[in-house]
T-cell receptor, first 114, second 115 residues
Framework: NAGVTQTPKFRILKIGQSMTLQCAQD?????MYWYRQDPGMGLKLIYY???????DKGEVPNGYNVSRSTTEDFPLRLELAAPSQTSVYFC?????????????FGQGTRLTVV | AQSVTQPDIHITVSEGASLELRCNYS??????LFWYVQSPGQGLQLLLK??????LVQGIKGFEAEFKRSQSSFNLRKPSVHWSDAAEYFC?????????????FGKGTMLLVSP
């Protein structure tokens, strides 16, 4: 009963490095999302996907890329990491749009860029 | 554009006391409203949601929320708080944003429970 699994849980990057945050769900959900959470700011949508092969930008997409080759996986790529990308990243999935149904969240990846 | 305001950043409640967390939203149409809870080191979990019908909705863990259209509010309540309720609580509205539907979250209210 895994739900949404994110790896890694913690990571420290140097400025200019790149990395991929992994996200996998086993609920056969079509909709998947990446959010970032900054202290006192709530969650902001980075990218979302409505199915395999379909992705689109959210509110704060700059500096990130995504792909969705399968229903289960939705990795988030950071190229040229910057201190402004220090944040906690959450992946989520839902059977329909999260605007009108329950979204299931992973435990998060805490990323620090130094 | 839609927005969600949670006016209280932190709230401290004694164990066994009642709780009310405030949430106000701004949205032009009938909103879909949610409360999510985030325990330390965890992801978000849905407490309850309102789509239509009865304006008082029941959720998990003994929480309830009341939708008041005239006040654009969706306040979360619990009659008796337990120490395990200490967490961060997020109100969210489901709406369209620049061509897609998504959740817009408030900034959260951190609940501290004192013995």
């Amino acid at each position: 009963n895994a739900g949404v699994t994110q790896t890694p849980k913690f990571r420290i990057l140097k400025i200019g490095q790149s990395m991929t945050l992994q996200c996998a769900q086993d609920m056969n959900h079509n909709y998947m999302y990446w959010y970032r959470q900054d202290p006192g700011m709530g969650l902001k949508l980075i990218y979302y996907s409505v199915g395999a092969g379909i992705t689109d930008k959210g509110e704060v997409p700059n500096g990130y890329n995504v792909s969705r080759s399968t229903t289960e996986d939705f990795p988030l790529r950071l190229e040229l990491a910057a201190p402004s990308q220090t944040s906690v990243y959450f992946c989520a999935s839902s059977s329909q749009s999260a605007a009108n149904t329950e979204a299931f969240f992973g435990q998060g990846t805490r990323l620090t860029v130094v | 554009a839609q927005s969600v305001t949670q006016p209280d950043i932190h709230i401290t409640v004694s164990e066994g006391a009642s709780l009310e967390l405030r949430c106000n939203y701004s949205y032009g149409a009938t909103p879909y409203l949610f409360w999510y809870v985030q325990s330390p080191g965890q992801g978000l979990q849905l407490l309850l949601k309102y789509f239509s019908g009865d304006t008082l909705v029941q959720g998990i863990k003994g929480f309830e929320a009341e939708f008041k259209r005239s006040q654009s509010s969706f306040n979360l309540r619990k009659p008796s708080v337990h120490w395990s309720d200490a967490a961060e609580y997020f109100c969210a509205v489901g709406a369209r944003y620049s061509g897609y539907s998504t959740l817009t979250f408030g900034k959260g209210t951190m609940l501290l429970v004192s013995p």
